[in-house]
C-alpha cells in the first residue's frame, strides 16, 4: 500500500524534468521558424544581392547550447527594448491617414502630373534594348531597377516595403535608431530600413492591397509623390550649402593657420584672420603685369596688342576660377557657362583697377583726350553718337572706383561675386547652386567690412554690390557696341 502511495510522486519528478525539456525544446523550435520566416522573407526580394545561403539543421546534441544562445539573446532584446521603447515603426493605418491629412493642405493637383508619373514609371519599356546606366537605389545603395512608390529602390527595397505596409508590421530597433542600412546591412534592422524608406519620401498610400499588377498612377499619389521629390530637392539643397560653406571658409581657415605659422617663425604678428585670406585668392599682381607693357608702348594701340593682352588676362582669369575652392563643387556645364560667360566682366574690373591706380581724382584722363585717343585709334573715322555717351558713362564710373580705393580682399571678393551672379535672365542652365554660393561670398564680404569699417560698414558693403551692377552694365554696353577696347585706350602712355 505505501508503494501505491509513494508511486505518484516519481511521476510527479519525471512530468518536471519532462515539462523543462519540452518548453526547451518549444521554445527552440519558435526560434527557428521565426529565423526560417525571416529568411523566406528575405528571399521573396529579387534583388541579385540577396545572396541568402541555405541554414544547415541543427543537430539534436546542439539542442541545450542553442537554446542558451537564443534565450540570452531574447533576454538582450528585451533590455534593449525597456532602453529604447519608443524605436518603434508608427502604425501603417496611421502613416496612411497622415498622408491624406497632408493631401488636404497641399496645392491643387497640376493636370499634367498624371502624365509625367506615368512616363516616369513606364520609362523601363522603351529603353528595354538600350543599355542602362547604374543608378543607385536611395534606401540601400544596390542597383535601382525603377521609381517604385515614388522613390527610385532597388526590387529588394521595394518588395519589403510592399510586404510591411500590406501585412501591416511594426518593426523595433534594439540599437539607437540609427543602423547602417546598405547594399550589405540592411536585412539586419527592419526598423530603420522602413524608417529609411519613409524619411525618403515612399508613400505608403501607393502600396495595393489587392494584390493586382499596378495602373496608372492616381491622382492623389502623384501628388504625393510630387511633395517629397521638392522635399528631398531642398534637402539636398540644404546639404549642398552647407558643403560648400564649409569647404569655403575651412580653406580659407587654413591659410589663416598656416600664415599664422609662418609669422611665428619669422617673429611677426600672428594674428592673422580668416577672411583676410582671401587676398591670397588675389592674382592682381600677374594681372597687372600683363597689362604694363601697354603703358611703354612707343606707338597707339593696335587690335593686335590689345588682343594680345586680352588673350593673356582671359588665361589667367582661367587659370584663378579653376583655383577656387568651390570649383570642383559646381557641375561641369555651370563651370563652363561661367567661364565662357563671365571673362568680360573680369577683365573690365581688372583693366579699371589698373586704372585707379595710374590715376587719382586729381590727373585723370580728361574727356577731351580720351575721345582723341578714340579717334586715333578708329584712324579718323566718324565717331557715332553712342560712342559719347559710353565715354561720358565709362569715366564717371572709373572716377567712382578711385575713390572706394579698393582693397585686394574687397577685389578679390568683388571678382568671385561677379563671375558667380545668379543670371535671371537666362534659363537654358540650371543655375540653382550660384544662389547659395553668392550667399556664402556676400557673407564673408559682410563680415570684412565689419572689421574694418565697423560703423560704416553696411553702407561700404552696399556701395560695392551697386559697383558689381555698374560693371555688369557698362560690359554688356561695351560688348553690345562693340567698344571693348574702349578701357584699353585710358592706360597711360
Same mark, same amino acid.
Given at each position: 500500500m505505501s508503494s501505491l502511495q509513494s508511486s505518484p510522486s516519481i511521476p510527479s519528478i519525471i512530468s518536471t524534468d519532462y515539462t523543462d525539456d519540452l518548453f526547451k525544446k518549444f521554445k527552440l523550435k519558435n526560434y527557428h521558424t521565426i529565423k526560417s520566416m525571416n529568411e523566406d522573407d528575405d528571399q521573396m526580394n529579387m534583388d541579385s544581392s540577396d545572396g541568402s545561403t541555405t541554414q544547415s539543421l541543427i543537430a539534436e546534441n546542439d539542442?541545450?547550447?542553442?537554446?542558451?544562445?537564443?534565450?540570452?539573446?531574447?533576454?538582450?532584446?528585451?533590455?534593449?527594448?525597456?532602453?529604447?521603447?519608443?524605436?518603434?515603426?508608427p502604425d501603417i493605418d496611421d502613416l496612411q491617414r497622415k498622408e491624406k491629412e497632408l493631401l488636404q493642405t497641399l496645392n491643387k493637383v497640376d493636370q499634367k502630373i498624371e502624365q509625367h508619373l506615368s512616363l516616369i514609371e513606364n520609362n523601363v519599356q522603351p529603353m528595354k534594348h538600350k543599355r542602362k546606366p547604374f543608378i543607385q537605389c536611395e534606401v540601400c545603395h544596390d542597383k535601382a531597377t525603377g521609381i517604385h512608390y515614388g522613390l527610385m529602390t532597388c526590387?529588394?527595397?521595394?518588395?519589403?516595403?510592399?510586404?510591411?505596409?500590406?501585412?501591416?508590421?511594426?518593426?523595433?530597433?534594439?540599437?539607437?535608431?540609427?543602423?547602417?542600412?546598405?547594399? +550589405?546591412?540592411?536585412?539586419?534592422?527592419?526598423?530603420?530600413?522602413?524608417?529609411?524608406?519613409?524619411?525618403k519620401g515612399m508613400v505608403t498610400g501607393a502600396v495595393r492591397y489587392d494584390r493586382a499588377p499596378g495602373g496608372r498612377t492616381p491622382v492623389n499619389i502623384a501628388l504625393l509623390?510630387?511633395?517629397?521629390?521638392?522635399?528631398?530637392?531642398?534637402?539636398?539643397?540644404?546639404? +549642398?550649402?552647407?558643403?560648400?560653406?564649409?569647404?569655403?571658409?575651412?580653406?580659407?581657415?587654413?591659410?589663416?593657420?598656416?600664415?599664422?605659422?609662418?609669422?611665428?617663425?619669422?617673429?611677426?604678428?600672428?594674428?592673422?584672420?580668416v577672411t583676410y585670406q582671401f587676398v591670397q585668392l588675389?592674382?592682381?599682381?600677374?594681372?597687372?603685369?600683363?597689362?604694363?607693357?601697354?603703358?611703354?608702348?612707343?606707338?597707339?594701340?593696335t587690335d593686335e596688342l590689345i588682343k594680345k593682352t586680352s588673350r593673356l588676362l582671359i588665361d589667367s582669369f582661367i587659370s584663378w576660377y579653376r583655383s577656387l575652392s568651390f570649383y570642383c563643387l559646381l557641375k561641369n556645364d555651370l563651370n563652363q557657362f561661367i567661364l565662357k560667360n563671365r571673362w568680360s566682366k573680369y577683365i573690365?574690373?581688372?583693366?579699371?583697377?589698373?586704372?585707379?591706380?595710374?590715376?587719382?581724382?586729381?590727373?585723370?584722363?580728361?574727356?577731351?583726350?580720351?575721345?582723341?585717343?578714340?579717334?586715333?585709334?578708329?584712324?579718323?573715322?566718324?565717331?557715332?553718337?553712342i560712342s559719347y555717351e559710353i565715354i561720358n558713362q565709362f569715366l564717371t564710373f572709373l572716377l567712382q572706383l578711385i575713390n572706394l580705393h579698393l582693397t585686394?580682399?574687397? +577685389?578679390?571678393?568683388?571678382?568671385?561675386?561677379?563671375?558667380?551672379?545668379?543670371d535671371k535672365t537666362n534659363k537654358t542652365i540650371d543655375q540653382n547652386d550660384l544662389i547659395s554660393l553668392e550667399q556664402v561670398y556676400l557673407k564673408n564680404l559682410h563680415e570684412?567690412?565689419?572689421?574694418?569699417?565697423?560703423c560704416k560698414a553696411t553702407y561700404r558693403f552696399n556701395q560695392l554690390l551697386h559697383t558689381r551692377e555698374q560693371i555688369n552694365h557698362l560690359t554688356e554696353l561695351l560688348f553690345k557696341e562693340s567698344h571693348f577696347y574702349l578701357p584699353y585706350l585710358l592706360i597711360p602712355y
Open positions: 539542442v541545450e547550447t542553442d537554446f542558451e544562445k537564443y534565450y540570452m539573446k531574447q533576454n538582450s532584446q528585451l533590455i534593449d527594448t525597456e532602453l529604447h521603447s519608443n524605436l518603434i515603426t526590387e529588394g527595397c521595394k518588395g519589403f516595403f510592399k510586404r510591411t505596409v500590406q501585412n501591416k508590421k511594426i518593426y523595433r530597433c534594439i540599437g539607437n535608431g540609427s543602423c547602417i542600412i546598405d547594399k +550589405f546591412e540592411r536585412k539586419r534592422c527592419q526598423y530603420c530600413r522602413f524608417t529609411k524608406c519613409l524619411e509623390y510630387k511633395y517629397h521629390k521638392e522635399k528631398r530637392h531642398d534637402q539636398n539643397r540644404e546639404e +549642398f550649402n552647407n558643403s560648400l560653406e564649409h569647404t569655403i571658409i575651412s580653406d580659407a581657415e587654413l591659410k589663416a593657420n598656416i600664415e599664422n605659422q609662418l609669422n611665428q617663425s619669422l617673429a611677426m604678428d600672428s594674428k592673422i584672420k588675389s592674382i592682381l599682381d600677374t594681372l597687372f603685369d600683363h597689362l604694363k607693357p601697354l603703358t611703354r608702348s612707343p606707338i597707339p594701340l573690365f574690373l581688372v583693366i579699371c583697377q589698373f586704372l585707379s591706380i595710374q590715376y587719382d581724382h586729381t590727373n585723370l584722363i580728361s574727356y577731351d583726350k580720351c575721345l582723341q585717343r578714340l579717334i586715333e585709334y578708329q584712324q579718323n573715322q566718324l565717331i557715332s553718337s585686394n580682399t574687397e +577685389f578679390t571678393l568683388l571678382s568671385i561675386l561677379i563671375v558667380i551672379q545668379y570684412y567690412e565689419n572689421e574694418i569699417r565697423s
